[in-house]
């Protein structure tokens, strides 16, 4: 398995932007599709966005379509979330998560995802 970490959550005020980052180390030579989810207290977690292996194919959510924006670093071996136009409820914990299936973008089903990152918190003030 792949080890994900995330960084880059914290407070934000409606309307502004955070870049979200999810380092991946470990088995990096097998292919993986990468997710992003997120989750409140009390609600199932919800996929937000997707990226295919080779990065060609792309899921956003329609709540974030337009706003957000998924990309994958090569170099760096990192996959990022951008957020704009952030709403109070967008405020949540974000998950990285990969994908063995790498064939496929957008799964929804989170036990589908072989690999989670310890999550990172956003907060939205209005």
């Known amino acids: 398995q792949v080890r994900l970490v995330e960084s880059g959550g914290g407070l934000v005020q409606a309307g502004g932007s955070l870049r979200l980052s999810c380092a991946i180390s470990?088995?990096?030579?097998?292919?993986?599709?990468m997710a992003w989810f997120r989750q409140v207290p009390g609600k199932e977690r919800e996929l937000i966005a997707a990226l295919s292996d080779s990065g060609a194919f792309t899921y956003l959510a329609d709540a974030v379509k337009g706003r957000f924006a998924i990309s994958r670093d090569s170099v760096k071996n990192t996959v990022d979330l951008e957020m704009n136009s952030l709403k109070s409820e967008d405020a949540a914990t974000y998950y990285c998560?990969?994908?063995?299936?790498?064939?496929?973008?957008?799964?929804?089903?989170?036990?589908?995802?072989?690999?989670w990152g310890q999550g990172t918190q956003v907060f939205v003030s209005s």
């Open positions: 998560a990969a994908d063995p299936q790498y064939w496929r973008v957008g799964a929804t089903d989170p036990s589908q995802y072989e690999s």
């Open positions: 470990g088995l990096t030579s097998r292919r993986y599709a």
